[in-house]
T-cell receptor, first 117, second 108 residues
């Protein structure tokens, strides 16, 4: 099956710093990628839809200036958590549907665990 | 009320048992995903099905589009099957709406 990677897999940072998380589709192209956040024992929550070559679409309640998304190419989207605070500590996951997607498939990254001290 | 409902929320089974997880949804769809999330967090897509039944190893997924219901079955369950199982329906522009998840624990 298709592979999506995320980097880093985990990160610990100090409060006030910014953290960048990368999501790459390794063997397919995607014009859209999705970013989710998951708190312990809770469901995935969609944060935003990353669109190649245009602005991301954010879900209600998600601050676009805090969670900067850049979809620079058909295989890479980045999420930058700016001025991170302890409440931003969470598990961040991306997913990507291939461009040619007749079967409505979607592939998930392995996730990035962010801990803000 | 969540558009996608799963039951049970938590399930404990003994090794070897046959397991069924149910998913029902309120909005008509053309397909449904079943996902598995292991304790480490990574998510694996198990099935994407639009009709009938699919089988992969000990896993079987069925769907009835008219009744808006899908089931995931695990035969001869094993402790390594312990995970959270999530059904999700695709929507506009490939956005997924997730079920609440079923936390499965298989004991020896």
């Amino acid at each position: 099956g298709a592979v999506v990677s995320q980097h880093p897999s985990w990160v610990i940072c100090k409060s006030g710093t910014s953290v960048k998380i990368e999501c790459r589709s390794l063997d397919f192209q995607a014009t859209t990628m999705f970013w989710y956040r998951q708190f312990p024992k809770q469901s995935l929550m969609l944060m935003a839809t990353s669109n190649e070559g245009s602005k991301a679409t954010y879900e209600q309640g998600v601050e676009k200036d805090k969670f900067l998304i850049n979809h620079a190419s058909l295989t890479l989207s980045t999420l930058t958590v700016t001025s991170a605070h302890p409440e931003d500590s969470s598990f961040y996951i991306c997913s990507a549907p291939p461009i040619a997607n007749p079967h409505n498939e979607q592939f998930f990254g392995p996730g990035t665990r962010l801990t803000v001290l | 009320k969540n558009e996608v409902e799963q039951s049970p929320q938590n399930l404990t089974a003994q090794e070897g048992e046959f397991i069924t997880i149910n998913c029902s949804y309120s909005v008509g769809i053309s397909a449904l995903h079943w996902l598995q999330q292991h304790p480490g967090g990574g998510i694996v897509s198990l099935f994407m099905l639009s009709s009938g039944k699919k089988k992969h190893g000990r896993l079987i997924a069925t769907i009835n589009i008219q009744e808006k219901h899908s089931s995931l079955h695990i035969t001869a369950s094993h402790p390594r099957d312990s995970a959270v199982y999530i059904c999700a329906r695709p929507g506009t522009a490939s956005k997924l709406t997730f079920g609440t998840g079923t936390r499965l624990q298989v004991t020896l």
